[in-house]
């Protein structure tokens, strides 16, 4: 897993910084597994997610497959914009946390989530949705217009 974040274990490495605790918890080393899997902020926030959609999210940083059950590619749309909404919005809280020493609450944070996930689900109206598709839709809050 390598990629551009300047996450706190790297900028201790090039001395860029103090120390490399997660600027959220202060209770570990701030590596991009920790920050987006192991916090237990990060947790909060996914365990409401997954309240919200009813599966599982996978923290993963390669794009998941979800199966080819019906309805699966959905899932698998919807799936991929909340991880990305959420790793947005996480890294936002993280910079916010450390720049302004302010941090959102978990609930503030899957409400902007899920809300970017209704967003663009309906930016995508146009798409042919099944039956099924339109049951998980209206699960997410999201009614589409046939
Ligand atoms: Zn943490």
Known sequence: ????????????QYNCCTDDRCCICDSDTESQDHLFGECHYSKQILRLIEQWCGFRILV???????GRSAGAWLKHIVHSLIWTAYYYYVWNQRNNARINFQLLKPGAVAEMIKE????KLRRNRE????????????????????
């Not at 897993?1 to 201790?12: A, F, H």
């Not at 970017?116 to 967003?119: H, T």
């Not at 798409?127 to 046939?146: E, F, M, P, S």
Request: charged share 30%.
């Open 1 to 12: 897993m390598n990629n551009g974040l300047m996450i706190k274990e790297r900028l201790y």
């Open 60 to 66: 993963s940083f390669s794009h998941p497959r979800t």
């Open 116 to 119: 970017d996930v209704r967003r």
């Open 127 to 146: 798409k042919k949705y099944t039956r099924v598709d339109n049951t998980w839709l209206q699960k997410w809050g999201v009614a589409i217009v046939l």
